[in-house]
């Protein structure tokens, strides 16, 4: 390989073979040059030493200081844009409004009760008024399902109720139209 | 919450999952993506920075950025990626601004390695601190390689990307640094 870069020993074998055979000779399959040059033993014990340190180093589990987390969502939430604003159903006068991306949240939710199914993304679109002045909004719902989700529509349908029930009793919209996009899948435990 | 395991189990979203919904602007997935990956950029941040400070900073800096540019990102799987990479070029651009100060009177400067550095004042081994002190001899762009090849795990390719070379040419500075770390471990020298 083109990678030696000049690390050769004296013995002529390179830094870099060595590395690559640390494992096999530290399993006794060392040929007869291992098995006798000086030059190799002391790169071999300079590369063990490395090796351990660097496992040492890779252990080193130092964690970011506790406040680090808030000071980022911080930043994150100041910068939170809100989307579309779509109207609850009420008996007062004036305007009950809900974001978009809450109505998503709580959809996703819904989604995500059925196993072997995740919500991705959750487009919500208000498509006119209800008369108790609640929007009627349609939904665009990306899924992923699990690679070993053996129900495929069933699951599906089920999908379908939990969301249509939750926009209805947890939010109070009305949804006209629902459509459910299989785009992906994962593993399970991931 | 709600938006940050699945109900089945109670087991933690996978990482698409969580992208795709905190581009649409679901913080409490975005939170959960932080938690997931601040540490692996801080300890990297720090390795390449050895100040604590500058480590935080470039965190902060890195996970607001991600956060603002999640619409550009095409692929949901490539967000740790990306993480590495503006974390790694973030650092350089650090320890860029650094070296004319460095330049100007050795003496004076501030040296990196100072006792604000509990992280380094704990370490129990000496061939760690070995190896840290050795670390701040490579250069900056070897020590980003051989950092996130050996104590990160990325792949050859992935870290050419960071660098802006190939996936053979990381190969050849990795193996190069790997021989300049060897040589200081050597206890008897």
Redesign the interface.
């Known amino acids: 390989m083109a990678v030696n870069q000049g690390y050769e020993l004296p013995c002529d074998r390179a830094l870099e073979q060595v590395w690559e055979r640390l494992d096999a000779v530290g399993e006794g399959l060392a040929d007869e040059h291992e098995l006798t040059c000086p030059h190799c033993r002391t790169a071999r014990e300079s590369l063990l030493a490395l090796r351990e340190a660097t496992q040492e180093l890779v252990a080193e589990t130092e964690h970011p200081p506790p406040d680090l987390l808030g000071r980022i969502m911080s930043a994150v939430r100041a910068e939170v844009r809100r989307g579309q604003m779509v109207n609850l159903p009420t008996t007062e006068p004036g305007v009950v409004e809900v974001s978009e991306q809450a109505v998503a949240v709580v959809l996703r939710y819904a989604a995500d009760s059925v196993g072997g199914v995740r919500a991705r993304r959750c487009r919500v679109r208000k498509v006119g008024d209800g008369e108790a002045g609640e929007s009627l909004v349609e939904v665009e719902l990306t899924l992923a399902v699990s690679i070993h989700n053996s129900m495929g529509s069933e699951a599906l349908n089920r999908v379908r109720d939990r969301v249509s029930a939750a926009a209805a009793a947890r939010v109070g919209l009305r949804l006209v139209k629902l459509d459910l996009v299989v785009d992906d899948i994962y593993e399970a435990g991931e | 919450m709600?938006?940050t395991t699945?109900?089945?189990s109670g087991?933690p979203?996978?990482d698409?999952?969580l992208v795709?919904?905190a581009?649409?602007?679901?913080?409490?997935a975005?939170?959960q993506l932080?938690?997931r990956y601040?540490?692996p950029m801080?300890?990297l941040a720090?390795?390449m920075l050895v100040n604590?400070g500058d480590a935080?900073d470039v965190?902060?800096e890195v996970?607001?950025t991600a956060?603002?540019r999640l619409a550009q990102l095409t692929e949901n799987a490539a967000f740790v990626g990306w993480l590495y990479r503006t974390t790694t070029n973030r650092c350089l651009n650090v320890i860029r601004a650094r070296r004319p100060q460095a330049d100007v009177d050795l003496d004076l400067a501030e040296s990196p390695r100072t006792d604000a550095q509990p992280?380094i004042a704990v370490e129990v081994?000496v061939?760690?601190a070995?190896?840290?002190d050795a670390l701040q001899e490579l250069t900056p762009e070897q020590r980003a390689c051989w950092l996130l090849r050996?104590?990160h795990g990325r792949s050859y390719e992935e870290i050419g990307d960071v660098v802006g070379t190939s996936g053979?040419a990381v190969?050849?500075r990795i193996?190069?640094a790997?021989?300049q770390?060897?040589?200081v471990?050597?206890?008897w020298r």
Request: proline share 2%; glycine share 6%.
């Open positions: 709600t938006t699945s109900a089945e087991t979203l996978d698409a999952t795709s919904r581009r649409e602007g679901d913080v409490r975005y939170e932080v938690l601040q540490g801080f300890r720090t390795r604590r935080e965190v902060q996970f607001l956060w603002r992280a081994s061939q760690l070995a190896l840290n050996e104590v053979t190969r050849g193996a190069r790997r021989a770390l060897a040589e471990m050597r206890p």
